[in-house]
């Protein structure tokens, strides 16, 4: 699943910090999709537990997303 998930800090050095946090507690359950530097926002595909995982943060403010990409990527 494809998700957009708002983050809770400030300014280029808080961002990237919260960013490269939230990428390390994901481990295998999510790859970058987009990473922005200026905008407190991280674009990720996540499984069940990454988005369990990215409930779960304190640094989290919201996360949207879409449906499942069905098998195959299309």
């Known amino acids: 699943m494809l998700v957009v998930v ?3 800090a400030r300014g280029r050095a ?3 910090a919260v ?3 939230l990428l390390a507690s994901l481990g295998g359950h999510g790859e970058v999709a987009g990473r922005p530097e200026r905008i407190p926002q991280l ?3 996540v499984d069940a537990e990454g988005l369990e995982i990215l409930s779960r943060s304190p640094s989290v403010v919201a996360v949207e997303g879409n449906e499942p ?3 195959g990527g299309s």
Do not use: N
């Open 69 to 71: 990409e069905p098998a």
């Open 6 to 8: 708002a983050l809770d």
């Open 43 to 45: 674009a990720v595909r």
């Open 14 to 16: 808080e961002i990237a």
């Open 19 to 21: 960013q490269d946090e």
